[in-house]
């Protein structure tokens, strides 16, 4: 049996992968291997590594790495000690292929390991831009680190190219996160009140900020600048999910939560929704709000806007439904207003319709492993 090892390092990151794990599980000719570090085993973050084992996998190895720390030095000691601790999992779990999604900092020590230890790797979501965050670097040394490429875009699959990777071993398959609208059941709104233990009776908008890494976007102003701009529609209910383990993502979070215990029946501020309460959320939201690559990604195949806040996710290919803005006050409470006016009924996703995860299954069933990787120079370029 071919062992397909997955890394994981944060709740969204799992979420998108949930049905290709689901899918390699399934498979007779396959073992799954999980690979579970960072953010989910946090108690800061939720300790989502629970929510993994209650959808029925099993984790073979969970690797810590992240310092209590929010500074850009933490982060850096936190990938240096996930190298450590990823080489000795990696040597234990003996994998015929690694499979990693994005363009994380844990996913970066990750892949350093494997491939000093000589295992495939196997890239999801290469060739797409980020400026304003060091993500951007990250998720381009990923892919020169690669064997395989899976494209959520043909675009995004000649960047790669572009990068010397052989076109045969590019993929274009659609973003894997859109698979959830073909395969899941989402919740029901009065389901989802009663998960959340929180009253929803007004129109809501699901909120999540996290921190700029590269561009010159202080974390808490701009946060504060978002409250500051929400309480200009109180008719709004809000959702606030918790920033991500990056450097400046922990002084955010009491402001957070201050805000919320302020308005208790306006505001719920949660860790993590999981996957499947994230995207159910979305579907009977107004609006989303913020600076995830999800609200880019995933939400415009719900038909609703998302109000893209600052440098984060600039230069990603955007929906119409995306409505990006500056990240003082006044910027995004017009955007917020346009964004309620206008109607994305329309709108179609440019990532997909949600059936890449079979496509990926296919390839790691049938890719040569054993391949020396060689620079790909583009025909008549200098």
Request: proline share 4%.
């Amino acid at each position: 049996m071919r062992k397909i090892a997955i890394f994981t390092g944060t709740r969204a990151e799992y979420g998108l992968l949930y049905w290709l794990l689901k899918d390699i599980q399934a498979d007779p000719t396959l073992e799954l291997q999980l690979l579970v570090s960072a953010m989910h085993l946090s108690p800061e973050f939720g300790m989502t590594y629970q929510q993994i084992e209650t959808d029925g996998f099993v984790i073979t190895e969970k690797v810590e790495m992240l310092l209590s720390s929010d500074s850009a030095v933490g982060t850096a000691k936190s990938i240096g000690l996930g190298v450590i601790g990823f080489a000795d999992a990696l040597a234990r779990m003996q994998p015929d292929l690694l499979v990693i999604l994005g363009d994380r900092f844990e996913a970066l020590a990750a892949a350093q390991a494997a491939m000093i230890l000589r295992i495939p790797i196997a890239h999801i979501h290469g060739g797409e831009i980020t400026e304003g965050a060091y993500d951007d670097a990250i998720r381009h040394a990923i892919t020169k680190l690669s064997l395989l490429h899976f494209a959520s875009t043909e675009g995004h699959r000649r960047r790669i190219i572009q990068l010397g990777e052989h076109p045969d071993r590019v993929y274009n398959v659609g973003a894997v996160g859109l698979d959830h609208l073909q395969r899941s059941e989402f919740m029901s709104i009065d389901a989802l009140r009663s998960s959340l233990d929180f009253e929803l009776t007004k129109p809501y908008a699901l909120v999540t900020y996290h921190p700029v890494t590269l561009a010159s976007e202080p974390a808490k102003e701009v946060f504060s600048n978002l409250l500051k701009a929400l309480d200009q529609f109180l008719e709004l209910q809000i959702i606030l999910t918790y920033p991500n383990a990056d450097d400046g993502g922990r002084e955010i979070i009491p402001i957070l939560e201050n805000y919320a215990k302020a308005q208790p029946n306006r505001v719920l501020a949660i860790p993590s929704l999981g996957q499947l309460r994230y995207l159910s959320a979305v579907k009977h939201a107004t609006l989303v709000i913020g600076n995830s690559s999800s609200g880019i990604i995933e939400v415009p195949s719900f038909k609703i806007p998302t109000v893209n806040i600052g440098e984060r996710q600039r230069g990603r290919l955007a929906a119409d439904s995306i409505l990006s803005c500056s990240s003082d006050v006044d910027s995004i409470t017009k955007t917020i207003k346009d964004a309620l006016d206008d109607d994305f009924s329309q709108v179609t996703n440019p990532y997909g319709k949600g059936d890449a995860s079979t496509a990926i299954l296919e390839h790691l069933k049938s890719a040569k492993l054993n391949e020396v990787k060689t620079f790909y120079d583009l025909s008549g370029d200098a």
